[in-house]
């Protein structure tokens, strides 16, 4: 009997166009000797910023890209014709060409039409595609099914925009039939100059716990939009970058309230995903800290991280499981471990008190415990291990976890399904109070913010 041409070896590059930075993702599997990996490269066009306008994007660009690629791979993908004659390379073995190649293009990516034609004119044999609220809309329903959430959540913090996609199960009262809704909240800005400016807001200040003057503030955040750094220790720069994803967070919030309230407090299971430039620079801890407080959840959800965009560019691929026509992907490579996020109701007269104990264990591990106290922002990464994970949380001095007024929660860490990598426990009052000055900004965060491994 002859094998399912997928199940044998493949390999299928997809890239995605977005941000102003290309990422490249070349997939690669054996599922008949268990081996798979995704290998990535990311291309920052935002130097070339200033010549978007002219003809960078034509076919001796796209030539350039895809030798370029077979260098960082490792891997033959353009076939070498004699008469220098563009073709990918058909696929034969690992190393060896590829299968299939896709690019995705944000609809908000500068000069979109430059780029998509200048695709299109280099080679046929691209499937280009287009990621506009439709094509979200298809992958969240279909990622909500095969991860099994009920309520799932997609935030791209962008430096220019800023954009919450949520797709639920709701029950239509008027039908009586359970239906899935789809809504998007965004906020964005028209130029790089617009988002320097932004920092002038009367708002920003509030948030804000470095002790810089209003021309600091602008040196700062201007060098920074300017320059797109993509990591930096400056905690100036990260406090500035934290403040400003708050309140463009809280922005959304407040004019898309009906859109974005009850997530984390229902019944169903729920889920965010959390992808962008301005995490990839913040961390996991802070930007969490700017969505919770800026979004104002609650409740108890599970966290992914798709930094790397590879649940955009593979999620359809993982989500058709067997019946995907480019590549069948497992979870472990296209899904990111998960963070659990717990937000008990926590009263505001109680402090210096443990509101939640715990214990976690494994065949891995021993009986490990751990515990938040009141008022703080507890980050807990958790080490690796191979085997089912068991937690146990327990709410006291009044503390519960909405929408029932838990006061125990468990659940389970499962390779090869959803391996959480860390806690996070946000056991602030509510409502959460910033100000009203960057000194007292400061003396609340050291207070609040309490990163530890277990």
């Known amino acids: 009997m002859s094998k399912l041409p997928l199940l044998d070896k493949n390999a299928y590059l997809s890239i995605v166009v977005k941000d102003n930075g290309i990422w490249s993702h070349l997939a690669y599997t054996d599922h008949y000797a268990s081996r798979e990996y995704i290998l990535s490269d990311f291309t920052d066009l935002n130097p070339l910023r200033y010549r978007l306008d002219d003809e960078l994007f034509n076919t001796q660009f796209w030539y350039d890209y895809f030798n370029s690629l ?3 791979f490792g891997w033959d993908i353009v076939q070498k014709d004699p008469k220098n004659i563009f073709t990918f390379r058909r696929f034969l073995s690992e190393g060896d060409g590829i299968s299939g190649v896709r690019i995705q293009i944000d609809d908000n990516q500068k000069f979109f039409n430059k780029i998509f034609s200048s695709v299109r004119s ?11 609220d439709k094509y979200m809309y298809s992958l969240l329903d279909g990622l909500s099914d095969k991860l099994g959430y009920e309520d799932l959540v997609y935030v791209d913090m962008d430096i220019y925009d800023c954009t919450v996609y949520r797709v639920r199960k ?4 008027k039908e009586k039939v359970e239906r899935k809704e789809f809504t ?15 920092v002038k807001d009367s708002r920003f200040k509030a948030f804000l716990a470095t002790d810089l003057t209003n021309g600091q503030v602008l040196n700062y955040w201007g060098n920074f939009v300017l320059n797109r750094m993509f990591s930096s220790v400056d905690p100036n720069i990260i406090d ?3 403040a400003y994803c708050t309140i463009q967070n809280h922005s959304i919030y407040r004019d898309n309230k009906d859109k974005l ?18 995490p990839r620079v913040l961390g996991k801890s802070k930007s969490l800290l700017s969505l919770i407080d800026g979004l104002e959840f609650n409740g108890s959800f599970d966290c992914l991280w798709d930094l790397e965009l590879k649940l955009l560019s593979y999620g359809k691929s993982y989500v058709n499981g067997p019946n995907a026509v480019d590549i069948i992907l497992t979870r472990k490579d296209v899904v990111s471990l998960a963070t659990k996020v717990m937000i008990p109701y926590v009263e505001a007269k109680v402090s210096n008190k443990v509101v939640l104990s715990g214990y976690f264990e494994s065949l891995d591990t021993e009986r490990t415990e751990f515990f938040a106290m009141a008022q703080q922002f ?22 519960y976890l909405l929408p029932n007024n838990k006061r125990e929660i468990s659940f389970m860490s499962i390779p090869e399904n959803n391996v959480y990598e860390s806690l996070l426990i946000d056991a602030r009052s509510r409502p959460v109070v910033y100000g009203p000055d960057s000194y007292a900004n400061k003396i609340k965060l050291q207070m609040w913010i309490n990163d530890n491994k277990a």
């Open 378 to 399: 507890s980050y807990i990464s958790l080490p690796k291990g191979k085997n089912k994970t068991v937690f146990d949380c327990n709410f006291k001095n009044g503390s």
């Open 261 to 278: 309230i009850g997530f984390g407090t229902a019944e169903e299971r729920s889920c965010l995903i959390i992808s962008g430039y301005i």
């Open 170 to 173: 709701v029950f239509d009262k």
């Open 70 to 72: 077979e260098k960082v």
């Open 122 to 132: 280099f080679s046929n044999d691209i499937s280009l595609r287009v990621i506009d």
């Open 240 to 242: 500035v970058l934290r």
């Open 184 to 198: 998007r909240s965004k906020i964005n800005w028209d130029s790089e100059f617009a988002v320097i400016d932004s």
